[in-house]
Nanobody
Framework: QVQLVESGGGLAQSGGSLRLSCAAS????????WGWFRQAPGDVREFVAA????????NHSDSVKGRFTISSDNAKNTIDLQMNNLKPEDTAVYYC????????????????????WGQGTQVTVSS
């Protein structure tokens, strides 16, 4: 079991910044990769970013590339998402996720390859 708790969400203005953090506990040593997803009302869950267990390999969606950065701290068991130049279309509930299966990185974008999810944190960006 892996437990995930997100924090750092809130209200920001367009062009502003927020930093989300995901605190992981449990079988973190068995996690192969971590991901951030988001879901707006009425929409499907959308991939945002993912990072491998070593923190070296990363993947960001085209919609956030150049604005958002995923990072991890293995000593603290945290996975952060720095969000800059926020836009109203970034408004969503953001979820942290973990996978215990060694999928190749192209599969990191698909929510069905993650076994554990946090409860989510709301991000609202006003124009």
């Amino acid at each position: 079991q892996v437990q995930l708790v997100e924090s750092g969400g809130g209200l920001a203005q367009s062009g502003g910044s927020l930093r989300l953090s995901c605190a992981a506990s449990g079988r973190t040593y068995d996690v192969y990769f971590w991901g951030w997803f988001r879901q707006a009302p009425g929409d499907v869950r959308e991939f945002v970013a993912a990072i491998g267990r070593t923190g070296i390999e990363k993947n960001h969606s085209d919609s956030v590339k150049g604005r958002f950065t995923i990072s991890s701290d293995n000593a603290k068991n945290t996975i952060d998402l720095q969000m800059n130049n926020l836009k109203p279309e970034d408004t969503a509930v953001y979820y942290c996720a973990a996978s215990l299966t060694n999928w190749l990185s192209p599969y990191w974008t698909e929510p069905e390859h993650y076994a554990y999810w946090g409860q989510g944190t709301q991000v609202t960006v006003s124009s």
